[in-house]
């Protein structure tokens, strides 16, 4: 089993930071591609980063400039950097990443947090 927590959300301003983290353990042989996504209420969920195992990165238009998505690949934790933050931010932030199980084992595995609440005020 593969188990993905996030941390640090919560209530800022706008014009304010938060930083998540999501750390990946378990039953785990590489992590490869990581990401972070949301969902506001009454919403889909969207894709805001992602990041490969690599460190190439790619962004959601609305957050470009804004965000910055990092990873520890020794700690399989992966982070977000929000700056200058706007109510249209606020919904829950889930991570999920890619990952390969077993060395003998190809085959990749999506796995999900149980997301962090992220509240934006005016």
């Known amino acids: 089993q593969v188990q993905l927590v996030e941390s640090g959300g919560g209530l800022v301003q706008a014009g304010g930071s938060l930083r998540l983290s999501c750390a990946a353990s378990g039953s785990i042989f590489s992590v490869n591609s990581m990401g972070w996504y949301r969902q506001a209420p009454g919403k889909q969920r969207e894709l805001v980063a992602v990041?490969?195992?690599?460190?190439?990165?790619n962004y959601a238009d609305s957050v470009k400039g804004r965000f910055t998505i990092s990873r520890d690949n020794a700690k399989n934790t992966m982070f977000l950097q929000m700056n200058s933050l706007k109510p249209e931010d606020t919904a829950v932030y889930y991570c999920?990443?890619?990952?390969?199980?077993?060395?003998?084992?190809?085959?990749?595995?999506?796995?999900w947090g149980q997301g962090t609440q992220v509240t934006v005020s005016s």
């Open positions: 990041i490969s195992s690599g460190g190439s990165t």
């Open positions: 999920k990443a890619v990952v390969r199980v077993q060395p003998t084992v190809s085959a990749t595995f999506q796995y």
